[in-house]
T-cell receptor, first 116, second 110 residues
């Protein structure tokens, strides 16, 4: 299957700092990528849909000024958590649709964010 | 009603047993459904896709019941390594995205 990478895999930061997470499709182009957040023992919650060359589409309740998404190329989308606070600590995962089926997604390995 | 709902479990079964769990969906127009496996602190990995009545891959069988709007996942001859959380997913009725269920936790005991 297609490969999606994420970097960093883990980050610990102080409250108030900004953290950038990168999501890359390694062997295919992705005009769309999805960003999810998952709290312990809870399901994946879609935060936003990242669209190459245009603005991201945010889900209801997700602050677009806090979670900045940039999809500048066909293989890279970035999520920046601005002014992070302890409640932002979570597992952030990106995904990209396969060429075969838009609804069949390949996930990156995730980024575990801990805000102190 | 949630777009995709699952029994959270946990299902605790002995090794070698057969276990099945269901997932209901609300979007009657959905044409594709997915089962993902997620290990603790890892990303979900696609287990099976279901585009028609069902799909089978080794010990795993996924079935679709359109009349009752649910998909099921059956695991035969369960192994210790099958212990994980199983997420089902279906297209949303409102936009180009898929919705995940809350996951069913499965624990296989020796």
């Amino acid at each position: 299957g297609a490969v999606v990478s994420q970097h960093p895999s883990r980050v610990i930061c102080k409250s108030g700092t900004s953290v950038k997470i990168e999501c890359r499709s390694l062997d295919f182009q992705a005009t769309t990528m999805f960003w999810y957040r998952q709290f312990p023992k809870q399901s994946l919650m879609l935060m936003a849909t990242s669209n190459e060359g245009s603005k991201a589409t945010y889900e209801q309740g997700v602050e677009k000024d806090k979670f900045l998404i940039n999809h500048a190329s066909l293989t890279l989308s970035t999520l920046t958590v601005t002014s992070a606070h302890p409640e932002d600590s979570s597992f952030y995962i990106c995904s990209a649709p396969s060429d075969f089926s838009y609804n069949e997604q390949f996930f990156g390995p995730g980024t575990r964010l801990t805000v102190l | 009603r949630k777009e995709v709902e699952q029994d959270p479990g946990p299902f605790n079964v002995p090794e070698g047993a057969t276990v099945a769990f269901n997932c209901t969906y609300s979007n009657s127009a959905s044409q594709s459904f997915f089962w993902y496996r997620q290990d603790c602190r890892k990303e979900p990995k696609l287990l099976m896709s279901v585009y028609s009545s069902g799909n089978e891959d080794g010990r795993f069988t996924a079935q679709l019941n359109r009349a009752s709007q649910y998909i099921s996942l059956l695991i035969r001859d369960s192994k210790l390594s099958d212990s994980a959380t199983y997420l089902c997913a279906a297209p949303s009725s409102s936009a180009s995205k898929i919705i995940f269920g809350s996951g069913t936790r499965l624990s296989i005991r020796p």
